[in-house]
């Protein structure tokens, strides 16, 4: 009967009746153990394999130890129990199964590399590589053991012996396409870019629908900004796996680096319906919130990054960013010291800190955040700014104005581009006398009205020929400064540029020529035109008889902080209404400007902005008003350049530097200009009352 039915048992068995096999093998084998069992240890060993193919794994483990315990050398047994355990994630049983199978067989090649799988998994790196090596050196050319122990040396970073083991992996099967994967990869993190693309286009070529190859491939040509090919091989990729987490997330930072924002959005939302707990698609996520001015979403994805990755530093560092955009310093100062606890040698981090303590009037602490940026990346253009604008408004002249210069150094910004454009050399300080100088305006309209004041300092310097290239509203106005022989265009300049022994900026002015606080010198000298001051004294006569104030409540909207600076609306400086005795004029020009033009008639209010041609106009008007009052903007400058007195309204953040700091005046207009500080939570309203007060109180009201 046995001799009947193995045979057709195994029939079954190979056609995929595990059931119907097992069925039949049953009376033979029986349910318990018996002393029949050393002679049925084929059929035990079959009645296991069937129980397991028909998913009944605690049957299979009984037959396969009964069959073990009856004939404790039936090698078959153990290497059937082992793999069913090492299937079932029971490693440390499947370990100790293929130990002692090893022990049966230790000439079998494959049963010790199949134990170094086990207790690879068990993350017992050095027993699995002796496990891999025994193999080998049982069959030099065993490819599975090449390959897995170049995968243990990969993770143990023994790059030069995973390269190895790889390659002997190759040369005994080259159309083994999992060997150049990792090939790749490892060649990648080498940085050998060219071997490691090769790498991945021969896994392709081995095996052309492998979508973790194609995936790695897009991660390369991202790496090289090959962004079109990248999303080729992503596409690809997911086009063989359309649920291939890797190659979405990848995807979206190859649409991220594409700047097509919400495309990469989707990407990245489409990981996570995948994977939930994927952390690195919850940081890209965040990231790409942020950059589409998100930054409660962007918080909400950094913040899950966090929980599935604790110890993820640039997510730490994004979530204070993403606080800092919602203007919730606190918490993002814990967000950012949090981040230097996982590690504290990240530049950007201090950098960020550093702002931070600087709005909440922590000056030394921003300095030595500043600092330390600057130790660890001394090439960190941005904090090099930030610490020099910081000591400036600190006072401390002579490093700040120094460290100033590095704008010349920073791509971004106009001043480096500056130096490529004029065909002369940039002034460093040199003797001047006898030479001719080329001023260049590179910064604002307010910059060039502060710093104006240097021009005739240059002049003195002994200067043969100062010229000031500067834009259209600044022409006419400059004309009559002192110190200035002609006014150019900037194409007029650029064009005449060499012909020039040097040029300046005159921001670099203070620098060169020494200035302190204690000696800054006067204001720019702004001559006015008659007729200008005549043709605005007529049209101001129709106010009446009242204190004539000028109102400017916007900045350009190009500012980078022209959130902070500029007041919702001209209603926010509504309890000035109530100042008896004076008549408001706006001088307010581009946003804004119409607010004015719909005031109620009965508001004294006259609006004169569509009117002014340029500053030359705006200075004559000027010099017919008792009062300025303004937001930070060129106005200010202009008003205080005229001596007329000039109440500036500062915002709670990112406050110009040229203002200093915990002062309600200026050393850089004495006697001239009054300073309103906004208070970090307090409301652009509160500060209208306390500019009220104070012009009740300036006209006796």
Not at 18 to 29: C, H, N, R, S, Y
Not at 99 to 112: F, I
Not at 373 to 388: H, S, V
Not at 506 to 528: E, H, K, W
């Amino acid at each position: 009967m046995r001799q009947h039915i193995l045979p057709e048992a195994t029939a079954l068995s190979a056609a995929g009746q595990f059931a119907d096999a097992l069925a039949l093998l049953t009376p033979l084998v029986g349910e318990n153990a018996c002393p029949e069992d050393a002679e049925h240890a084929d059929a035990l060993n079959l009645a296991a394999m069937c129980a397991m193919g028909a998913g009944r794994p605690a049957q299979a483990q009984a037959l396969w130890l009964r069959c073990m315990q009856a004939k404790p050398d039936f090698a078959d047994a153990y290497l059937g129990l082992g793999a069913m355990l090492a299937t079932l994630n029971q490693l440390a049983e499947a370990a100790e199964v293929y130990g002692q199978l090893a022990a049966l067989r230790p000439h079998d090649a494959d049963v010790h590399s199949n134990r170094g799988l086990v207790l690879h998994r068990l993350g017992r790196h050095d027993a699995a590589e002796t496990a891999y090596r025994t193999a080998l050196a049982l069959r030099p050319d065993h490819v599975d053991a090449h390959y897995n122990l170049g995968i243990v040396l990969h993770e143990q970073r023994r790059l030069d012996e995973a390269q190895a083991a790889y390659r002997a992996a190759l040369a005994a099967n080259p159309q083994f396409a999992k060997a150049h994967n990792n090939l790749g990869n490892l060649l990648r993190e080498c940085g050998r870019i060219e071997d490691a693309e090769e790498a991945y286009r021969q896994a392709l070529l081995a095996h052309p629908q492998y979508p973790e190859a194609l995936n790695n491939l897009g991660a390369l040509y991202r790496s090289l900004v090959r962004l079109a090919e990248a999303e080729l091989a992503c596409r690809l990729a997911l086009q063989i796996r359309p649920a291939y987490a890797e190659a979405l997330n990848n995807l979206g930072c190859v649409l991220t680096e594409l700047k097509r924002l919400p495309e990469a959005e989707s990407a990245y939302r489409q990981t996570l319906a995948l994977r939930p707990a994927f952390a690195d698609a919850h940081y890209n996520l965040g990231c790409v919130l942020h950059a589409m001015d998100q930054p409660v979403d962007a918080e909400a994805a950094y913040r899950e990054a966090l929980r599935l990755a604790p110890n993820r530093v640039e997510a730490a560092n994004n979530l204070g960013c993403a606080l800092l955009a919602q203007a919730r310093l606190p918490d993002a100062l814990a967000a950012f010291q949090h981040a230097l606890t996982l590690r504290d040698d990240i530049a950007e981090t201090h950098f960020n800190i550093g702002s931070i303590v600087k709005e909440l009037g922590e000056l030394e602490q921003a300095e030595a955040a500043y600092r330390r940026a600057l130790a660890l990346r001394p090439d960190y253009g941005d904090a090099k700014f930030r610490l020099a604008t910081l000591l400036i408004s600190m006072g401390r002249f002579e490093e700040g104005f120094l460290l100033y210069e590095c704008r010349y150094e920073m791509v971004g910004f106009a001043h480096h581009a500056t130096q490529s454009m004029l065909q002369c050399p940039r002034w460093r300080g040199e003797p001047l006398a006898g030479k001719s100088l080329l001023v260049w305006q590179e910064d604002g309209l307010g910059d060039m009205l502060q710093f104006g004041r240097y021009l005739r300092l240059l002049k003195a310097q002994g200067a043969a020929h100062v010229a000031f290239a500067c834009t259209a509203p600044l022409q006419r106005l400059f004309t009559e400064v002192d110190g200035v022989d002609a006014v150019l265009s900037h194409d007029e300049a650029a064009a005449r540029a060499g012909a020039f022994d040097c040029w300046t900026s005159l921001l670099s002015a203070p620098l060169y020529l020494g200035t302190t606080p204690d000696t800054i010198p006067p204001a720019l000298r702004v001559a006015l035109e008659p007729s200008r001051v005549e043709h605005w004294r007529a049209r101001l006569a129709s106010l009446g008889a009242g204190h004539r104030v000028g109102l400017v409540w916007k900045g350009n909207p190009k500012h980078h902080n022209d959130a902070h600076r500029s007041l919702p609306s001209l209603n926010t400086l509504a309890p000035l209404w109530s100042v008896p005795g004076v008549k408001f004029v706006s001088l307010q020009k581009g946003a804004g400007e119409d607010e004015a033009l719909s005031f109620p008639a009965s508001l004294p209010i006259l609006p004169l902005g569509a009117d002014l041609a340029d500053f030359t106009d705006t200075a004559a008007l000027i010099s017919q008003l008792d009062l300025l009052i303004c937001v930070d903007t060129s106005t200010a400058h202009l008003a205080a350049s005229l001596c007329k007195p000039c109440w500036v309204l500062l915002p709670a953040r990112d406050v110009d530097w040229r203002w200093m700091h915990e002062r309600d005046d200026s050393p850089w207009y004495p006697g001239t200009v009054r300073l309103f500080r906004r208070g970090l939570d307090e409301p652009w309203l509160a500060v209208a009352e306390r500019v009220r007060q104070a012009c009740a109180a300036w006209f006796g009201a």
